[in-house]
């Protein structure tokens, strides 16, 4: 039997959720910002077409720069707000954020709104990695921790699911770019729930390192390659130079990215942190579960309109398994963690995403009810790992380190994401001849994208097991597992961080 840690308990943290409400609040406004805003856009994506002329490639980059933007500058923003305070880089971000959404209402050209994504992405890469790490940072008790986390990713996840009914019935009786200016009183809430609930940073909390500047540029080079490589091999193919090309050169600034985290006596990333088995098992199970949801969201949605024919109305419908899960399983998370621990939690609904992937790979084919099976199997998975594996990777470092940390798990979900798409965008490319938006299949081509979908989500379900299989052995090398002197960053003994009871 164990408890959770009320001897290291601070005479300042709240003892519940609701005496800490005006800071979940203000941190859930900032979350429900991140998921909701690209959601929102892109079934507005054909009226800004029309109004701003723009073409399909800058259409792409209408979301496409946000996404790019917001996953390279986390991890520097991260190192950067565990420097020099992650309340004022926060309220820093959201500033930006309530002055970028206004500046939608004067946007007459698609460059001008990419502009505005662009600035968008910056303020979500400073704001989002610090809505988890401040809400952490807010209790002292694993439990309540997990309850914060699970309620700010709740709101998020409202967010994400009515995003495009909401943005659909704004566009019937108001102008896009509405859609956009809803930031503005979300980043108002965000900012009084933030300032007035949150404390300042305490000095002792922070660390006065020197800004690895050299390193932040080649990680931020990094990640940003990484994500825009699968987006080419999706649009180019198996044949295009350009694709390889970015590889090459992901490989490249990685390499250097390493060395210089090797090699710096002040890196923007402590590898000896990373390499702990609460930390890297934990990034580990977000990027399977990132891999998977992104993966199996594009092969649903291609096989539901182009293969089965459903409209895009019905099509929504077909995924209600996966948004009623992400919901209502909020509920069970902190029962589910009370019952089985935090390490156990994390594995368990990690392989539950394998699973779920697995049942689509092999039998998707015979008919909807295992497609409904898939989804509802990767969204339960998800909606566990997402909170669990966040917050064991901030459990195993130092106070000084939580908003990277927070960045991290944020990072390795946009990049395992990319990838699962690029994964499975490229065996259809590879495998289906035509142009796959076209009518009318001849019954080859339906069989190539049954084949297709089939390939995809088998070498999903094998990527995403290798990386919940290294991440289960990674923890338990690890149990019974240290935490991190919050200070000094020496170990601590095992007892802190053993699983929760009920």
Partial sequence: MTTDQTDLKSPHSPRSLRE???????????FLFEMLDNSILNVALPTIGRELRASTTTLQWVTGAYAVVFGGLMLA????ADRFGRRRVMLIGLVLLGLASLAT???TTAEQLIAVRVAMGVAAAMTTPGSMALAFRLFDSDTLRVRAITLISTVGLVGLAIGPTVGGLVLSIAPWQVLLLVNVPIALLAIVGVRTGIAADAPADLHRDPVDVLGAVLGTATIVLALLAPTLFVNEGLRGWLPWTATAAVAVSATLFIARLRSARHPLLDLKLVARPLVSSGLAFKAAAGLATAGLGYLVTLQLQLDWGWSPALASIGMLPQVIVLIAGGALVNPFVQRVGLERAAWMSATAVVVGLAVFGLLSRFGYVWVAIALALVAAGLRVVGVVAATNVLRGLPKSRTTIGAALTDTSTEV????GIAIAGTILAARFSGDIASANWSTGQAAQFTSAVTI???????VSAALVGWGILRSRRGAPEQLIDEHSGDEVPAALSEPISA
Avoid: N, Q
């Fill in 416 to 419: 395992a994401s990319a990838v």
């Fill in 456 to 462: 995809a989500g088998i070498t999903l379900t094998i």
């Fill in 77 to 80: 923003f991260g190192a950067i």
């Fill in 20 to 30: 800490a409400w005006v800071a979940l609040a203000g941190l859930s406004a900032v």
């Fill in 105 to 107: 209402a004067f946007v």
